[in-house]
C-alpha cells in the first residue's frame, strides 16, 4: 500500500509561479509511474504530468511549456512545478501512482493510488 500526502497549494496571481509537491509513504515508488492529475467542480479529473521511472515526462498540451514535474526516488517524493500560472489552471491538484510502469498515467484507470488533494487558486 501506497500512501500520497500533497503539499504546497495556495493562493498566487496570474502569471505567477507555484510548486506542488508529493510524498508518498507505505513502500518504495522508485518503480511507479508518478504524475499529477487536476479537478475543478463539476468536471472530471484531468491528466496534468506524469513520469515514468526511466525519467521520461509526458504533459498535458494545455501546460506543456509551463509545468515540469520531477521526482526523486530516494525520497519517494514527486513536485510539479508550475510557471506562468492562468486563472484556468486554478483546480485541486491530485498526486497520482500507477503501479505498471510501462503506462504513461494520461488516464486515470491507469492510477492505482490517489492523494487526498491540494487546492491551487489562481486569482488576481
Known amino acids: 500500500q501506497v500512501q500520497l500526502v500533497e503539499s504546497g497549494g495556495g493562493l498566487v496571481q496570474p502569471g505567477d509561479s507555484l510548486r506542488v509537491s508529493c510524498v508518498a509513504s507505505g513502500r518504495s515508488f522508485s518503480s511507479f509511474v508518478v504524475g499529477w492529475f487536476r479537478q475543478t467542480p463539476g468536471k472530471e479529473r484531468e491528466f496534468v504530468a506524469s513520469?515514468?521511472?526511466?525519467?521520461?515526462?509526458y504533459y498535458a498540451n494545455s501546460v506543456k511549456g509551463r509545468f515540469t514535474i520531477s521526482r526523486d526516488s530516494a525520497k519517494n517524493t514527486v513536485s510539479l512545478k508550475m510557471s506562468s500560472l492562468k486563472p484556468e489552471d486554478a483546480a485541486v491538484y491530485y498526486c497520482?501512482?500507477?503501479?505498471?510502469?510501462?503506462?504513461?498515467?494520461?488516464?486515470?484507470?491507469?492510477?492505482?493510488?490517489w492523494g487526498q488533494g491540494t487546492q491551487v487558486t489562481v486569482s488576481s
Open positions: 497520482a501512482a500507477g503501479s505498471r510502469s510501462a503506462n504513461t498515467l494520461r488516464d486515470p484507470s491507469q492510477v492505482d493510488y
Open positions: 513520469c515514468r521511472s526511466s525519467g521520461s515526462t
